[in-house]
């Protein structure tokens, strides 16, 4: 079979790529040696002075504002705000793990999870039996529906308050559970 010089080079070329790409790093592996060998930099000189940076202490979510979340890597002003606003709508933050509910499009929120603390005494609980509908339907836990349950309860009861929500089982656990750090 004759073949042209153009696909002689394809032939060279692919078969080249598949080398690269398959046969390579599974030889590599298989000794266990990496392929660049790098040393590790050194921790500290010969004064004992470490050279690697402390790690920063962990920003409290609750009282942070945008510029103190600006610092972090990966956060800008538009995910601060994001953070921000959704602290607001919750009434604080009661885990750091919270910030997995807002969408980040292109932060990994996992990976910063340890820089975040949190302080559950500065969540601003309300009070169900003076809020109006819609501002409880704000609460981004709970869906018209659950609303509608609580609202229903309050005429039933004259009064509502999470110990009635919860004594008559007026929302599922799950749903109280979340809730209540949020209500009185």
């Known amino acids: 079979m004759f073949l042209r010089r153009s696909e002689k080079r394809g032939i060279i070329f692919l078969s080249v790529m598949i080398l690269a790409l398959f046969v390579l790093p599974l030889a590599s592996r298989e000794r266990e040696c990496p392929l660049f060998l790098l040393t590790p930099p050194a921790t500290s000189d010969t004064t004992g ?5 402390p790690l920063p202490s962990p920003i409290e979510l609750n009282t942070a504002d945008s510029s103190t979340l600006v610092k972090i890597r ?4 538009y995910y601060a705000s ?3 606003r ?4 919750l009434g604080g933050f009661h885990t750091p793990k919270q910030l997995k509910e807002i969408k980040f499009q292109y932060l990994n929120i996992d990976t910063l999870l340890a820089r975040f603390t949190v302080n559950p005494s500065l969540i601003r609980q309300k009070d169900l039996d003076t809020m109006t509908f819609k ?3 704000k ?6 529906e659950d609303v509608q349950l609580i609202f229903n309860a309050k005429r039933k009861f004259g009064k509502i308050n999470f110990s009635i929500l919860n004594s008559e089982k007026i929302l599922p656990l799950y749903k109280l559970q979340k809730i209540k ?4």
């Open 86 to 89: 959704y602290r607001e709508r």
């Open 82 to 84: 994001k953070i921000i």
């Open 135 to 137: 501002a409880v339907l």
């Open 74 to 77: 990966g956060i800008g002003s």
């Open 139 to 144: 609460h981004p836990y709970l869906a018209y």
């Open 49 to 53: 002075i470490s050279l690697t940076k």
């Open 181 to 184: 750090p949020y209500f009185k």
